[in-house]
């Protein structure tokens, strides 16, 4: 979508819009409140779980509250950032580093 949102008294409020994303060329600001996704509520902590099985390319209408006035907005989907993450060893790990490698690669810290 290329916004952030944060919640606002369960409305999703706008904190940031990236520039050359779908939310910025549609017209969504800062502070806006989105209040409906195609026309149905939308609370803050719903927005990842009606987003994630669209695909990029699809359109959804924002219904927002912009300073008082409710306003709609069609935004296109964009995809989501190719992002490269990697793990790498640091030569003495603490037991907190150890734990979080555990839990997100099931095996234990291999020995030097």
Do not use: C
């Not at 600001?29 to 719903?46: H, P, S």
């Not at 924002?62 to 935004?75: A, G, P, S, W």
């Amino acid at each position: 979508m290329g916004a952030d949102l944060t919640d606002d008294g369960g409305l999703a409020r706008v904190t940031r819009v990236y520039a050359d994303q779908p939310a910025y060329a549609a017209g969504l600001q800062v502070d806006d409140l989105v209040v409906a996704l195609d026309g149905i509520r939308l609370r803050a902590d719903e927005v990842e779980a009606r987003l994630k099985n669209r695909l990029p390319g699809e359109q959804v209408r924002l219904t927002i509250l912009r300073r008082d006035v409710l306003r709609e907005l069609q935004l296109p989907l964009g995809g989501r950032p190719n992002v490269k993450l990697s793990l790498r060893h640091v030569p003495t790990p603490t037991e907190q580093q150890k734990a979080i490698y555990k839990s997100w690669l099931g095996q234990e810290w291999p020995s030097p």
